[in-house]
């Protein structure tokens, strides 16, 4: 029988945040990355804090969940440089990782390896990223991904059938109202142009209620009770939905929503609830791929992303500072890759993460508000300030292996 479900999607990333790198520090220094000089962006001691709060106590969650409720899934995307920074410092992080996927209702999500716009500005560099992605999938944990989500959920055709010549069954987008027009977002969906591939759209209203609102006290429905949840989600779905999708990072419980707002209980109960209708289940995406038709076809022309009330890629592309790092880090892509210098291609690679640019955003009102709270620099000014003075020492690195040959001529 085919249960009326919801797709749950959680993304687990952290970024190699850049220190306080000075033009002082190029050319002598090739150290880009903040340790525990810069407290407030020392990525070890971010990643440790939001273990504690988030990783450990969320991943014990949903193993209880899983071993509760047979018909509990979850999937999830886990960048490459959140499993390094768990391999260095957190090993007992991934392997409570490891052992949800173990169960074998736990499904892992491709994607970019470093969390970077790479689609955008060098295909052959994206392919990469997402074949290093694949590969670190199957050295840790030991599956095949079949479902594609790009950074931020940036989304447009092109890419939809990049992903279905790919091979991938499926690839999720943010259930945006101006592309599903009169559709809703609880159905399975056809990229348009494509011939196999499926489309999932988050949405976003009930997404949002939890990953943003959920702990707001002047929200007019805080605090958010679990039944109440339920009837939202039940009343999304109406008489013919098929599936509610779910989507929102990994650290919305327990570092984005604090332990104290009530979110894990909250959750809990919420998962046992709509799990008490025999006729609701959970599904993961390739699930729910293989269990649905297409209800129709879906056209995105121009690209979408789940950030800022736009849901475009102003949040990274939104001010000349971001475009002007952007065309300077991918202007070197080519002498770096051809240098065969591992630190070197390690360290630009690190560079191309989202965050980075995210961090130059220069918004104002809400949406700056949150770029403010994500980001660990005083000002977007000192993002750009550091990250291109990393630049110009990866660029000095470079001509180090042209003049010594490395690169030919």
């Known amino acids: 029988m085919i249960g009326r479900g919801i797709v749950l999607y959680l993304h687990v990333h952290q970024p190699w945040r850049v220190r306080d790198y000075t033009v002082f ?29 988030s990783y450990r106590p969320m991943n014990a969650l949903l193993k209880e969940l899983l071993d509760t409720h047979p018909e509990f899934r979850v999937s999830l995307s886990i960048t490459g440089t959140f499993i390094e920074q768990a391999e260095q410092w957190a090993p007992d992080v991934l392997d409570s990782f490891r052992q949800l996927v173990s169960t074998g209702r736990v499904e892992i999500v491709s994607e970019t390896y470093y969390h970077s716009l790479a689609f955008f500005y060098s295909r052959d560099e994206f392919e990469r990223q997402v074949e290093m992605h694949r590969q670190k999938v199957r050295d840790v944990f030991g599956v095949e991904t079949s479902v594609f989500r790009n950074t931020e959920l940036a989304y447009n055709d092109e890419l939809a059938a990049w992903a279905d010549g790919y091979g991938f069954k499926g690839i999720i987008a943010e259930g945006w109202d ?63 939905g098929e599936i509610v999708n779910l989507f929102m990072d990994y650290e919305t419980f327990g570092e984005h ?85 591992d630190a070197l291609i390690a360290d630009w690679r690190r560079l191309t993460t989202s965050d980075h640019a995210y961090y130059m ?44 040959g490395g690169l030919g001529g």
């Open 257 to 341: 929503q604090w332990e104290d707002t009530g979110i894990f209980e909250f959750f809990k109960l919420f998962v046992g609830n709509w799990l008490a209708n025999e006729a609701n289940t959970f599904y993961t995406l390739s699930e729910a791929c293989d269990t649905f038709d297409a209800a129709d076809e879906i056209s995105s022309p121009n690209t979408i992303t789940w950030a800022d009330t736009e849901r475009d890629l102003t949040a990274w592309l939104g001010n000349s500072m971001q475009h002007e790092a952007m065309h300077h880090l991918y202007a070197l892509e080519q002498d770096v890759i051809r240098s065969g210098d």
């Open 361 to 404: 955003c220069t918004k104002w009102f809400s949406d700056g508000d949150v770029h403010a709270y994500f980001s660990p620099y005083d000002s977007p000014y000192d993002a750009f300030l550091y990250f291109m003075n990393a630049l110009r020492d990866v660029r000095y690195r470079v001509m180090e292996h042209h003049t010594y």
């Open 25 to 53: 520090d190029t050319a002598t220094n090739h150290e880009y990355f903040a340790g525990v000089s810069e407290v407030q962006r020392d990525n070890r001691t971010i990643f440790e804090k939001v273990a504690n709060k």
């Open 178 to 240: 101006p592309i599903l027009g009169w559709r809703s977002p609880n159905y399975v969906y056809r990229p348009a142009g494509t011939s196999n591939i499926k489309l999932l759209m988050k949405n976003y209203r009930l997404s949002d209620d939890l990953a943003f609102r959920f702990g707001n006290q002047s929200w007019d429905q805080f605090p958010l009770k679990p039944d109440t949840f339920t009837e939202w989600t039940n009343s999304a779905l109406g008489d013919n």
